[in-house]
């Protein structure tokens, strides 16, 4: 089994994916930035690392990075702040491909969103503005690496029961609807070993395919 970090790691897709990739027998070290979400980190198996990525440089993500053969990517500013969602969701985002390129960790999972695009449309007068900005211009930066990337685009997030089920398709092909964080965290999971999915941006919702059957067919 392989050694995964996960950036974002106290978010609530990254401590799904943290204890599904645990029970696989993944070893996994996550990374969050308040150190009292410590205890519930650890609690998914993970080996927890308190590092608040917006202040890090390459070097120092470079550090917490080592010896890990994938990394994924999850976190984000939360909204709100238009400044540190450019600091984070970009400019942070932009550290840690390049610190995982340097270290020639080749395998790069980001967690985007299903209208992510140069294009998204949305108005600068919009709240969400920032947010679409900033995470268009992480993925078309990923894209420009030499890793072995894939970009995971889940449509709504909803807390529901995980189904095990998707359905994926590009932006012209499938309507944006939901999906449940429980599912996200199963096909991150499931893209992290998928060789077929290296350059590829999946988007998907909840549907009618096993995760599994899904993945293996893009």
């Known amino acids: 089994m392989s050694s995964v970090a996960i950036i974002g790691g106290h978010g609530k897709v990254a401590m799904l994916l943290a204890r599904q990739l645990v029970r696989e027998g993944h070893q996994v070290r ?5 150190e ?4 519930e980190v650890a609690s998914t198996g993970a080996t927890p690392l308190v590092a608040d ?16 053969d994938t990394v994924v990517w999850s976190a984000g500013a939360g909204g709100g702040n238009p400044a540190r969602t450019y600091a984070v969701d970009r400019d942070a985002a932009i550290r840690s491909m390049n610190a995982t390129a340097e270290l020639g960790i080749e395998r790069y999972v980001m967690v985007s969103y299903f209208g ?3 294009d998204h449309g949305v108005p600068e007068d919009d709240s969400f503005f920032a947010y679409a900005e ?11 690496t030499g890793l072995r ?5 889940p449509s709504r997030l909803t807390d529901d029961e ?14 944006a609807g939901a999906v449940s964080r429980a599912d996200v965290a199963a096909v991150v999971a499931a893209l992290i ?8 941006m999946v988007r998907f919702n909840n549907g009618g395919t096993p995760i599994a059957d899904a993945v293996a067919a893009l």
């Open 53 to 68: 990525v917006e202040q890090l440089d390459v070097a120092a993500l470079g550090d917490l990075l080592k010896g890990v």
């Open 36 to 39: 009292d979400h410590a205890p």
């Open 162 to 175: 995980p189904t095990g089920r998707i359905e994926v398709g590009g932006q012209d092909a499938l309507a």
């Open 149 to 153: 990337w894939t970009i995971a685009a």
């Open 116 to 118: 992510a695009s140069p």
């Open 30 to 34: 996550s990374l969050f930035r308040n």
């Open 193 to 200: 070993p998928a060789d077929n999915t290296i350059g590829a």
């Open 134 to 144: 900033a995470k268009a211009a992480a993925d078309e930066y990923l894209r420009g």
